[in-house]
């Protein structure tokens, strides 16, 4: 039996001496907010001064998030690694409702199989989940991202880390100036 060899890229950009960690669940409205910033931020503060890693925060009131976050981290093996599954995410964000229960209880998405919203998400990203999504081992991967989140005290999105510190007063609703100017050289 020959085992299937897979990496999954990790979700940084960047290369800067600043780290700036987002703790985001892909389908909540805050955490979307908040993706939708890391482009313009990565531009603004320079990707030589700043490292952005995003870390996925899986919340069970959100009831897709488990299926999700595996689908983000699954396209992370694929080709194009890392920009793969910002493309993924990307898909999830502008489509958001459709991950998502209605007040996290009811609504269309309660008859929708794991296996129909992996479709609807290779539909609107484009990209091929099933096959990495099946991958046995891929629980390490998320395992990993679950007890960093918790070693560090994290248990909600969003949550911002600067430098390996929790930064309480930040918000997914800050300008993205704000977001820079904490990240200049000290």
Known sequence: ???TVWRADPLVWGSGARMFEVFLEPTCPYSVRAFNKLDELLTLA???NITIAIRLQSQPWHLYSGVVVRCIL???TLEGGKETAKKVMAAVAAHREAFEFTRHAGG???DVTPNQLIERLEGFSGVPLKEAFAIPDLDREIKW??????QNGIHVSP???IDGLVQPDL????AVEAW?????PA
């Open 1 to 3: 039996m020959t085992a």
């Open 46 to 48: 320079g990707e030589n």
């Open 74 to 76: 699954a396209a992370s």
């Open 108 to 110: 269309p998405n309660m």
């Open 145 to 150: 991202h679950c007890k960093y989140a918790r």
């Open 159 to 161: 949550t911002f880390m």
């Open 171 to 174: 918000s997914s609703g800050d």
């Open 180 to 184: 820079a100017s904490r990240l200049s």
